[in-house]
């Protein structure tokens, strides 16, 4: 049994990651979800431990110190952080992972896990996002523009993921996140040929 593979998902904030991955996670179980910390507030219905590991910022930073995160940044006044010690167990296990992280946590991933499998999912416009954004109805009117204008910023990083899948209809955003995922398991590496 070979390493495991790393897949990391990013996106602009309302463009449905949660979403799309909670989708993918129940029909397809051949994916590990890794979950990040982060120091901001659960929103109505997560739970910590499932959708983040919710930390007060002193225990956050302590993690850092001890190196404990494999990617963290700050991001909408929050931070965020993906715990070390999960993932590179499944890895080591055979197991691939599925990281959801913003694009800056995306270029340390980058640095640390070179074969990593980049995915960035994008809104069908500019217009549909505010529009997300507006139905979740968790950010004030200062948060949303913040949100929007880092959207714009983050989508021009497209280029430097290996994927782009368009979230428009949520059933065919999963299905091409599932291909993307069987075609780069049944990719022959270079150890195969040996």
């Given at each position: ?89 499944c890895l080591a296990e055979g197991k691939d992972v599925i990281l959801e992280i913003d694009i800056q946590g995306a ?88």
């Amino acid at each position: 049994m070979g390493k495991g593979k790393l897949f990391v998902l990013s996106g602009p904030s309302g463009v449905g990651k949660g979403t799309v991955l909670d989708k993918l996670l129940s029909d397809f179980k051949d994916v590990q979800y890794s979950v990040s910390a982060t120091t901001r507030k659960p929103r109505p219905g997560e739970k910590d431990g499932v959708d983040y590991f919710f930390l007060s910022r002193e225990k956050f930073f302590k993690m850092v110190e001890n190196n404990e995160f494999i990617e963290w940044a700050e991001v909408h006044n929050n931070y965020y952080g993906t715990p070390k010690i999960f993932v590179d167990k499944c890895l080591a296990e055979g197991k691939d992972v599925i990281l959801e992280i913003d694009i800056q946590g995306a270029r340390q991933v980058k640095k640390l896990y070179p074969d990593a499998i980049f995915i960035f999912l994008v809104p069908p416009s500019l217009n549909e996002l505010k529009r997300r954004l507006n139905h979740r109805g968790s950010e004030d009117e200062k948060n949303m523009k913040i949100r929007l204008n880092n959207a714009e910023d983050e989508l021009k990083e497209v280029k430097n993921y290996d994927y782009k899948v368009v979230n428009d209809r949520l059933d065919d955003a999963v299905e091409k996140l599932k291909s993307i995922i069987i075609a780069e398991k049944c990719k022959i590496r270079e150890e195969d040929c040996q």
